[in-house]
């Protein structure tokens, strides 16, 4: 059946310094979702890449998917103590989205 | 803020009880869905909903039912709760907006334990 590995599980970087998670998909997906959720909270959309290739940007987070849409990364640069929570992505697959295991980056100051 | 809620917050309740977990949308979306979490861990489909009377089963549906019989409303019945179904349980809605885009806005969850 259909997977979305996400790696790495944990992250842990000092104030300033870049992160990357990276999702695999077992399949060609027809999008990718990201969403970021708090410690105690629920997940809040980041963005969704549709296109082969597809790269996006929002202020210090570059989100991109693969040429075959079976994969995607969410890089943030210079975190902030404000970037801490986890972070999942969410493959498209036959309608049914497919969550990733997320990976909880920890920011300290 | 999405408009999205869903009731009780927190349940505590004994083996063998039938339980109903509301979920209500006010952005008049299509799509709803429900999902199950546990701490830390990823989202697992459940149900999901393409409008009303529409229902589909995901790959962790087998011991509870929804139904859509109105736009807004998308209850979670588990009809005999059992320990394993100790979990949080969310909801969540989107509108297709052309070109595959399908934001999902996720209620607050609800936390069930089950004695």
């Known amino acids: 059946g259909q997977q979305v590995m996400q790696i790495p599980q944990y992250q842990h970087v000092q104030e300033g310094e870049d992160f990357t998670t990276y999702c695999n998909s077992s399949?060609?997906?027809?999008?990718i979702q990201w969403y970021k959720q708090r410690p105690g909270g629920h997940p809040v959309f980041l963005i969704q890449?549709?296109?082969?290739?597809e790269v996006k940007k929002q202020k210090r987070l570059t989100f991109q998917f693969g040429e075959a849409k079976k994969n995607s990364s969410l890089h943030i640069t210079a975190t902030q103590t404000t970037d801490v929570g986890t972070y999942f992505c969410?493959?498209?697959?036959?309608?049914?989205?497919?969550f990733g295991s997320g990976t909880k980056l920890n920011v300290k100051p | 803020e999405a408009d999205i809620y869903q009731t009780p917050r927190y349940l505590v309740i004994g083996t063998g009880k039938k339980i109903t977990l509301e979920c209500s949308q006010t952005?008049?979306?299509?799509?709803m869905y429900w999902y199950q979490q546990d701490p830390g861990m990823e989202l697992h489909l459940i149900h999901y909903?393409?409008?009303?009377?529409?229902?589909e089963k995901g790959d962790l549906s087998s011991e509870s039912t929804v139904s859509r019989i109105r736009t807004e409303h998308f209850p979670l019945t588990l009809e005999s709760a059992r320990p394993s179904h100790t979990s949080q349980y969310l909801c969540?809605?989107?509108?297709?907006?052309?070109?595959?885009?399908?934001?999902?806005?996720f209620g607050p969850g609800t936390r069930l334990t089950v004695l």
């Open positions: 969540a809605s989107s509108e297709y907006l052309g070109q595959g885009t399908d934001e999902q806005f």
């Open positions: 399949t060609t997906l027809s999008n």
């Open positions: 890449l549709v296109k082969s290739g």
């Open positions: 969410a493959g498209l697959d036959f309608n049914k989205f497919y």
């Open positions: 952005m008049g979306h299509d799509k």
């Open positions: 909903s393409y409008g009303v009377n529409s229902t």
